[in-house]
């Protein structure tokens, strides 16, 4: 009874390893992608906000197998590799999404400063 239902919750796992690697692909594949900027910028925010909550089940899940497991080591490891790949993960997407959002910032602020400028210029010109 106990092995059937560790298998199963293994099984879980698996499901959730898969989505480690189904983000994983999205990530190594944004940069080449067709889509427009903006539009995979919208992808990815929606992608990651869908991705943290991930951690939360995998760590209810992981700890249900840890508690029927005999073999701690081995899911020790389990997590650790999970977590590893889950927070590179993260840091990689948050990175993409800071530098295209900076980016898109400092443009804003080039634009609104060449304004200020031109209007402080022509309030100095004498008629």
Known sequence: ????????????RSCMKSKLTIFNNFLNAFETSSTSKKLKILDLESRLKKFENLYADFDKLQCDIEML???????????????????QLIATARSILGARCGSAHARNDSVASFKDAQAAESQDIPF
């Open 1 to 12: 009874m106990a092995e059937e239902k560790i298998e199963k919750l293994m099984k879980k």
């Open 69 to 87: 497991a005999e073999d701690l080591d081995n899911e020790s490891e389990e997590r650790e590799m999970f977590e590893d790949h889950y927070h």
